[in-house]
């Protein structure tokens, strides 16, 4: 082989590697960029997840702070319906037969 065949195929290797160089650096490029979207894709439906998850957990401690704000109020209103009923209990008989003759004299004529 001549020289001149030798630099032109030492040229020919060189623009060969170029080329191959300028592809791969396209090909990690593009491989960089749809790494990026779906990690991105990722994130954000990680995100999502975990807004719905404190959003579920958000609402079952509010749930929970509801059911013992209801239980507590429950509580208080069978306490004082139980006061006032042993009231009517301990109410003398003497009374309620006062007051259902008061009745009977309001309600029938004589």
Not at 69 to 89: D, F, G, L, P
Request: glycine share 0%.
């Amino acid at each position: 082989m001549s020289m001149k065949n030798i630099l032109n195929l030492s040229e020919r290797l060189k623009d060969l590697i170029e080329r191959a160089e300028k592809e791969s650096n396209k090909i990690i490029s593009k491989a960089q960029s749809e790494a990026n979207e779906m990690l991105s894709e990722v994130k954000a439906k990680a995100d999502q997840r975990r807004l719905k998850a404190q959003r579920r957990t958000d609402l079952d401690e509010f749930l929970v702070e509801a059911e013992t704000e209801a239980r507590k109020e429950a509580e208080k209103v069978s306490k004082e319906y139980n006061e006032k009923a042993e009231e009517i209990r301990e109410t003398p008989e003497e009374k309620i037969d006062e007051a259902v003759e008061y009745v009977f004299q309001e309600v029938l004529p004589e």
